[in-house]
């Protein structure tokens, strides 16, 4: 009966739990407002936005591709020990993003963050639902949930004083104090636990999902640099990515122990609720790269500024997030989403109509909705996923609904901003026209190159600039709307397919299979 009731510290451990995540979550906010720094020749890397999109997704896929042999080595070895290692690497690959002398460093820095993250994230949740009784699981999802954002409160904040006043690598630093506080607080506070019968590991499979992952998102990424789909060097990793992935999916049908097994999404509470998580983060991850410069070139803010006015969005999130397991329980889950993904979808659509004259209340007030709407997204998914396993299996669940999330993201950050890039192109082509040919190459790359150049050529540079806003301005619009149609698409698929309120009382082995005790 103890056990049936939880561990007697549950919300102790909730607190270090969430209070670990902060540097994988913080870590990502932090970048996006530091994007725009990283990009400048003089005072960051010169980075170029495919550059800039490789640091993104290099973590992301490296992340997404680990996740679930990590969750299954967790079970198997120890979650809390797989949760200190996790931190080691975190934590040491922060401090080599920080002093990385070129792009390329950073971008093979930030995927050895993702190997760090990848053993943190499905951690955390796997010890959550196993040291919380079912009837509190729910509850201590969305306080996890609330914790990640006041991560995304923290994050731009943050960064913008870090870049004020140091350089940019101190973005990365600041993980290094949030690591050795949690590593102390882990070791006396969270209990070790493991699956009694955990699954077997799976190389192959993970190698054939990040080789697919990487060369899809290679491709996707040289269309944009090309502004063109039908060159040899978008469509070969393409259609390497796509066999490989099917070789993946293939191989993963066929054996007992896959690293992603697609048997689960025969449950249309699971398949729904993680196609949701992706859809979202698809559409939200590629809107959230053209923000970083629409407020900060675009508008004019510091990066300081452009932090502080995310902090309504961060601020929805503590607010709906610990409120969104009632909402779901009040209308059912398949209302709450449906409406949340239909007000995302809104927000989206609304940067469309956004250009160089928008009001400040204005951006304050879509930012506040996105965020309340996205409160009302997460934990719901997250619980519906984790309850359709069996609790020992938390592990596999949370690496699950991440992977797909990290995906999702990646690939956003990827189509969508080749879009921005693509769309972008096309507008600032007849301001460059006088140009000579390697400086129109380069400022036509992306609006940190024109500006870039505009810069260099001194007071003849000037006729550049606002050219090169407008043309990002009509990018983003495009891009916003193809963002929008996205969670629009989401809404459907919620409405459609995932389970409202129970009307009938749960069948015996379900009831049964939540009852099982907790592994301590």
């Known amino acids: 009966?103890?056990?049936?009731?939880?561990?007697?510290?549950?919300?102790?451990?909730?607190?270090?739990?969430?209070?670990?995540?902060?540097?994988?979550?913080?870590?990502?906010?932090?970048?996006?407002?530091?994007?725009?720094?990283?990009?400048?020749?003089?005072?960051?890397?010169?980075?170029?936005?495919?550059?800039?999109?490789?640091?993104?997704?290099?973590?992301?896929?490296?992340?997404?591709?680990?996740?679930?042999?990590?969750?299954?080595?967790?079970?198997?070895?120890?979650?809390?020990?797989?949760?200190?290692?996790?931190?080691?690497?975190?934590?040491?690959?922060s401090l080599a993003s920080a002093y990385a002398q070129d792009p390329m460093q950073l971008i093979v820095a930030r995927a050895f963050m993702g190997i760090g993250g990848a053993a943190i994230m499905p951690a955390t949740l796997a010890i959550i639902s196993n040291v919380f009784p079912p009837q509190e699981r729910g509850k201590a999802i969305g306080v996890w949930a609330g914790g990640v954002g006041l991560a995304v409160a923290i994050g731009p904040i943050t960064g913008g004083l870090l870049i004020q006043h140091f350089w940019w690598g101190s973005v990365f630093l600041v993980n290094l104090p949030i690591v050795l506080v949690s590593m102390v607080l882990i070791s006396l506070v969270v209990p070790e636990s493991r699956d009694p019968k955990p699954s077997r590991l799976d190389p192959v499979g993970v190698i054939l999902s990040i080789v697919g992952l990487v060369a899809i998102t290679y491709g996707i990424i040289r269309g944009g640099e090309l502004a063109t789909i039908a060159s040899a060097q978008v469509l070969v990793p393409t259609i390497l990515g796509i066999v490989v992935l099917a070789a993946f999916v293939w191989y993963e049908r066929r054996i007992d122990h896959p690293a992603f097994d697609v048997t689960y999404f025969r449950d249309p509470r699971f398949a729904t609720a993680v196609g949701m998580i992706g859809i979202v983060f698809f559409a939200m991850m590629g809107a959230m790269f053209f923000l970083v410069f629409y407020l900060q070139i675009v508008l004019g803010f510091s990066a300081l500024q452009a932090g502080a006015l995310m902090i309504p969005f961060a601020?929805?999130?503590?607010?709906?997030?610990?409120?969104?397991?009632?909402?779901?329980?009040?209308?059912?889950?398949?209302?709450?989403?449906?409406?949340?993904?239909?007000?995302?979808?809104?927000?989206?659509?609304?940067?469309?109509?956004?250009?160089?004259?928008?009001?400040?209340?204005?951006?304050?007030?879509?930012?506040?909705?996105?965020?309340?709407?996205?409160?009302?997204?997460?934990?719901?998914?997250?619980?519906?996923?984790?309850?359709?396993?069996?609790?020992?299996?938390?592990?596999?669940?949370?690496?699950?609904?991440?992977?797909?999330?990290?995906?999702?993201?990646?690939?956003?950050?990827?189509?969508?901003?080749?879009?921005?890039?693509?769309?972008?192109?096309?507008?600032?082509?007849?301001?460059?026209?006088?140009?000579?040919?390697?400086?129109?190459?380069?400022?036509?790359?992306?609006?940190?190159?024109?500006?870039?150049?505009?810069?260099?050529?001194?007071?003849?540079g000037a006729a550049l600039i606002e050219p090169a806003k407008l043309a990002f301005v009509e990018g983003m619009h495009i891009t916003a709307l193809v963002s929008a149609i996205i969670a629009l698409v989401g809404a459907l698929v919620v409405f459609r397919w995932l389970p409202g309120k129970p009307s009938v009382a749960p069948a015996p082995e379900e009831i049964s299979r939540d009852r099982e005790p907790a592994v301590v």
């Open 1 to 93: 009966m103890e056990q049936q009731l939880g561990h007697p510290r549950r919300w102790q451990i909730l607190g270090v739990l969430v209070f670990s995540l902060l540097a994988v979550v913080l870590d990502n906010t932090i970048l996006n407002v530091a994007l725009k720094t990283i990009a400048d020749p003089a005072v960051g890397l010169g980075a170029t936005q495919s550059q800039l999109e490789w640091a993104i997704n290099s973590y992301t896929l490296v992340f997404a591709g680990l996740l679930f042999t990590f969750g299954v080595i967790g079970d198997r070895t120890g979650r809390k020990r797989m949760l200190m290692v996790g931190m080691v690497l975190f934590g040491l690959a």
């Open 315 to 460: 601020a929805a999130q503590l607010i709906f997030a610990p409120l969104s397991q009632q909402m779901a329980a009040r209308f059912g889950g398949k209302l709450s989403a449906t409406v949340s993904m239909v007000v995302v979808a809104a927000a989206l659509a609304s940067y469309a109509l956004m250009d160089h004259n928008t009001p400040v209340v204005l951006l304050e007030i879509v930012f506040f909705v996105q965020g309340a709407a996205m409160a009302n997204i997460m934990p719901p998914a997250t619980t519906a996923i984790m309850e359709a396993l069996p609790r020992e299996k938390a592990g596999v669940g949370s690496a699950m609904s991440n992977t797909v999330r990290q995906v999702a993201g990646a690939l956003g950050v990827a189509l969508l901003g080749s879009l921005l890039s693509a769309t972008y192109r096309d507008q600032i082509a007849p301001a460059l026209v006088g140009l000579p040919d390697q400086l129109r190459h380069l400022a036509g790359e992306s609006l940190t190159g024109t500006l870039g150049v505009a810069q260099s050529l001194g007071a003849p």
